[in-house]
């Protein structure tokens, strides 16, 4: 997946209108969106088919599946059926849940991203003490995506070399959690940045200075 600029929106307004309407405004910038549950759950399934067919954007659905493989592989299906490009998937649930989500992405010639460690202080607890453990199972497997923070640069780069550098990281946490675009792309490939742009006044202005803060 080629990420234009290296940056992914993550769209987690919960009105349709607005969403299209940032979009709008920074689509000649981008050409990939993640959407999450709050979109999802506020507007459907068929906002996957609006970003797609009003700005040609790849789509990422940012559902951490996280449950049995049976239900996972629902939720992978109903993604990809309405039009996903990717999944995001948690791999603490272990490798025969993430073995669906994989199973049903190949099957739909469709990718998934597999959830190492979340950007936010609480991972700290317990998630972050098994992130190199779940992306060495993810190297296991022979999956190529995975997501990894920006917040804390030195994890980053030891799950860069766990995976190694033909393995494709997205990363979350720059701006508003404090990460740090430039130094970011040291170890990730792509930059994964709601708030920063969308909450902005002028998004299309906020998308700009990011593009060039890492030049």
């Given at each position: 997946m080629e990420i234009k600029n290296n940056i992914i929106l993550a769209m987690d307004l919960m009105n349709l209108l607005d969403a299209y309407s940032v979009a709008e405004k920074v689509s000649k910038y981008i050409n990939t969106i993640k959407i999450g549950y709050p979109l999802t759950l506020a507007e459907g399934l068929k906002t996957i088919q609006v970003f797609?067919?009003?700005?040609?954007?790849?789509?990422?659905?940012?559902?951490?599946?996280?449950?049995?493989?049976?239900?996972?592989?629902?939720?992978?299906?109903?993604?990809?059926?309405?039009g996903a490009d990717g999944i995001i998937t948690h791999g603490f649930v272990g490798k025969d849940s993430v073995e669906s989500c994989l199973k049903v992405a190949n099957e739909h010639e469709k990718e998934i991203f597999l959830l190492t460690e979340m950007s936010h202080p609480g991972a700290k607890m317990f998630l972050q003490k098994f992130s190199y453990k779940i992306a060495e199972m993810g190297v296991a497997m022979g999956i190529k995506n995975y997501v990894a923070p920006s917040t804390r640069l030195d994890r980053l780069a030891t799950i860069r070399k766990i995976v190694g550098n033909d393995s494709f990281i997205i990363s979350p946490g720059v701006g508003v959690q404090g990460g740090k675009a430039k130094d970011t792309l040291k170890y990730a490939n792509g930059l994964i940045i709601g708030r920063s742009i969308y909450e902005d006044s002028?998004?299309?202005?906020?998308?700009?200075?990011?593009i060039e803060s890492v030049k």
């Open positions: 797609k067919e009003n700005f040609d954007f790849q789509v990422i659905c940012d559902y951490k599946v996280a449950d049995i493989p049976e239900t996972n592989s629902k939720i992978a299906n109903l993604s990809f059926v309405a002028n998004p299309e202005i906020a998308i700009e200075k990011i």
